[in-house]
């Protein structure tokens, strides 16, 4: 079942489930954050990797080379054409085992060509969330620091899954940072 603004409030102050919690929706001139009705909508921190190809660089999940974008921080991002890059959420991430988030594009930047691509919030990961942000248009497309990206959605299980993130050592668990792709060696 997708849970209430009031579950949400409840589990953030008992579990510390978003750090910092925003306890309403903030908007006064900002793309809006913190508490919605049935969701939770995060922010961009002011950590970003921009993809570019000056230097010749393939991206590839299981050989990333670090030379496929450039690090930038500032008070907002512009994201070239036809491309994408990555950034964190201001705020990190203790996700109870019964709970799995799923995280969708706010509507203001859906209106402008702007894809926001997180994967679910399994049961007791934790940690900054890394967010792609693509641009579909063939504009440059600007987003800002401090201010919403995406809004998360909390599902509560009736049932305790048997292994959860932590349990299997996720290799994205606890992340700080903007963290880009890892495969595990076998």
Known sequence: MI???????RTCLEKKMIDPFV?????????????????YDI?????????????GAVVDPKAFDPKAFVDYRGPFCVVPPNSFALARSVEYFRIPRKVLAICLGKST???????VNVTPLEPE???????????????????????????????ESDETCE???????????????VVGPKVIAR
């Open 3 to 9: 849970k209430s603004d009031a579950w949400i409030r």
């Open 23 to 39: 306890d309403r929706q903030e908007a006064q001139g900002k793309i809006s954050y913190g508490l919605s009705s049935y969701g």
């Open 43 to 55: 922010r961009l921190a002011d950590e970003y990797k921009i993809f570019t190809n000056v230097y």
């Open 109 to 115: 930047f859906a209106r402008c060509g702007i894809i």
């Open 125 to 155: 990961w934790e940690g900054h969330l890394t967010i792609e942000i693509s641009n579909t248009t063939p504009l440059p497309a600007k987003v800002y620091s401090g201010e919403g990206i995406a809004q998360l959605l909390f599902l």
């Open 163 to 177: 292994i959860s993130y932590a349990d299997r050592k996720g290799k994205y668990q606890s992340q700080v940072g």
